[in-house]
């Protein structure tokens, strides 16, 4: 990167953090480190649901999904808006209600301790794990621009993100969070600008989209029901849907968002805004992935977008091999070069026939570079053996850093940076606070201060750091890391989200039954996922499913009634 790109990196990211030091200032209880005195309004409830849901996994990977695989994945995000009316319903007014601090405590007012302890503790299993994937994804950056070795650098990313967030609380997350996503979504549109302004002169940006809906990026809704592929629109309402009412009305990093509205209504409407907002945010994100594929059909791309593994292998004993394989790759580039623009010609003079056939010679072309693509990752693998051999995550990057005006790809670092501060911060903030309510004062320390409570959520702040740290480490296996996160919360989501439905619905299963559904039905979903019988997303539905019929059969078994408790009552 050039000077000035570090002086506009550097400017951003400082004035972030001296923003939310100022804003969270004052801060002396639980209240305002958990909750900012629920005084925020609907659209700071809103921007900070944005922030925490769109990470640096959101803006790094998801171009690189839709370059690879199309746009078909904005189907995931189909179920949302449904999700958000059910929320708003339901979660909302319960939770407002009893004045809580995280969600989980409805559970033991409604159930018992083991079963809010049981849901507290999968919810800090499957946040954690997921936080320190997206520790890695702005470590990338850095690894990749500055040539660090990627395990030290998960190590300073995650030391500064815990710093920021334990001298914060949810009052500097929320604001600053607002600040950011006016910077990110201000970058993202001049990157997609950028992209169709670097193209060839008579290419404009319907040429651009209509040449990829020719190679099939455009692939925004598939009808074809199969439970196998992850994303076409059944999965995505149906298997979307539960997805989003579990991550939006029981994961914590969520609910402690909109618990801090001042009333029910600002929740809502923060909530329902985010409905209809998040679809075609997602949907422009993924649209920049579709041209920058175009952008690498009119230009040169690399055989391999991670340029730090490249330059390893170079100094490797494949080098020779990898860099005959890389001009070979380059001669096809050439030959798709003329091949798209032959094609484009054909589509502005609507030429079916020539349209057909140069999108069957550039498919053959891109199929041919695949297998040399194959070949070099497998040159890559054998120079090291640890490498990280799935790049979807760096084409982004590697198109802002060789491509945009010096400046702008300050900027753009920037926002993917800050992307992951908000949404890692909000994510830490929720698991301390989910750790010191719903364990550490539930079950050791009852009758302590507020300002001891305090100090020992900073602490717990900085332990579950120190372990996305180390989650980070191993980050570098999982390909894709939008659908590695999404994955992960597939796995937990729909138990979670089945013993809340129970607690509201089904007033006569009582605690032990759904604690042992809970358990059955956890077991059940990751022996699905192990077996590889239907695509993730499906699995949110399943889960939930199972625990309300699993705890229905075991109440049956158990033999004993249990109405609803009312509201506020504790055991």
């Known amino acids: 990167m050039s000077v000035a790109d570090w002086i506009v990196l550097v400017v951003t990211l400082v004035g972030i953090i001296l923003y939310g030091v ?32 769109a990470s640096a996994v959101t803006f790094l990977s998801a171009p690189g999904q839709a370059y690879t695989d199309g746009m078909r994945f904005v189907q995931y995000y189909f179920g949302l808006p449904l999700a958000m009316v059910v929320l708003c319903i339901t979660f909302v007014p319960i939770f407002h209600k009893l004045k809580v601090y995280t969600a989980y405590e409805y559970l033991e007012q ?52 815990i710093i920021y967030t334990v001298s914060g609380g949810t009052r500097a997350v ?42 099939d990026k455009l692939n925004v809704i598939v009808t074809d029901f199969d439970w196998k592929d992850r994303y076409n629109i059944w999965s995505g309402l149906i298997g979307g849907f539960f997805l989003a009412l579990s991550y939006f009305g029981t994961d914590q990093s969520q609910v402690g968002r909109y618990l801090t509205a001042r009333s029910v209504t600002e929740s809502r409407l923060g909530l329902l805004m985010n409905g209809l907002v998040k679809v075609p945010m997602q949907f422009l994100i993924l649209l920049i992935g579709a041209l920058v594929f175009v952008f690498y059909l009119y230009f040169r791309a690399p055989v391999f977008f991670n340029e730090a593994q490249i330059k390893k292998v170079y100094k490797s004993e494949q080098g020779t091999a990898f860099k005959a394989v890389e001009n070979e790759y380059n001669r ?64 982004f990057l590697h198109f802002v850093v060789n491509n945009l005006p010096k400046g702008l790809v300050g ?25 010191v309510i719903d364990i550490y004062q539930r079950m050791y320390k009852k009758e302590e201060t507020d300002g001891h409570y305090l100090q020992v959520s900073r602490w717990w702040t900085v332990a579950w750091g120190l372990f996305c740290i180390v989650v980070a480490q191993f980050a570098s296996q999982l390909g894709s890391l939008i659908e590695a996160v999404n994955i992960l919360g597939s796995l937990f989501y729909g138990v979670i989200l089945g013993i809340f439905l129970v607690a509201f619905y089904c007033k006569r299963i009582g605690g032990t039954a759904t604690f042992w559904a809970a358990v059955v039905s956890e077991i059940g979903v990751i022996a699905i996922w192990l077996c590889n019988i239907v695509s993730f997303l499906w699995l949110n539905a399943i889960g939930c499913f199972l625990v309300i019929g699993i705890a229905a059969l075991f109440q049956l078994v158990i033999g004993k009634e249990q109405s609803l408790k009312p509201v506020g009552e504790k055991n």
């Open 22 to 53: 100022w804003k969270s200032r004052g801060q002396r209880d639980m209240q305002g480190y958990f909750l900012d005195n629920q005084s925020m309004p609907w659209y700071i409830v809103l921007l900070s649901i944005i922030g925490t849901q």
């Open 332 to 395: 096809l580039s050439v030959v798709k070069q003329a091949q798209v623009t032959a094609m484009a010609a054909a589509i502005k003079k609507g030429d079916e026939a020539a349209i057909a056939s140069g999108k069957a010679a550039l498919q053959k072309t891109e199929s041919a570079a695949e297998e040399v693509r194959t070949r070099a990752i497998a040159l890559i693998q054998k120079a090291d053996p640890a490498a990280d051999t799935n790049d979807t995550n760096y084409i």
């Open 174 to 215: 929320s604001y600053t969070q607002t600040f950011q996503l006016v910077i990110i979504f201000s970058a993202m549109f001049l990157a997609g600008w950028m992209v169709v302004h670097l193209l060839p002169e008579n290419v404009g940006f319907i040429d651009a989209l209509q040449v990829s809906g020719k190679m």
């Open 411 to 435: 900027l753009l670092i920037a926002i993917i940076f800050l992307a992951a501060w908000g949404s890692i911060a909000a994510a830490l903030n929720s698991l301390a606070s989910t750790t």
């Open 110 to 161: 409604r159930f018992d301790l083991k079963t809010r302890t049981l849901t507290s503790g999968l919810f800090l299993l499957q946040r954690a794990l997921s936080t320190g994937i997206s520790i890695y994804a702005p470590s990338i950056i850095l690894s990749s621009l500055m040539g660090w070795n990627i395990y030290l650098t998960n190590i300073i990313m995650g030391g500064l993100l």
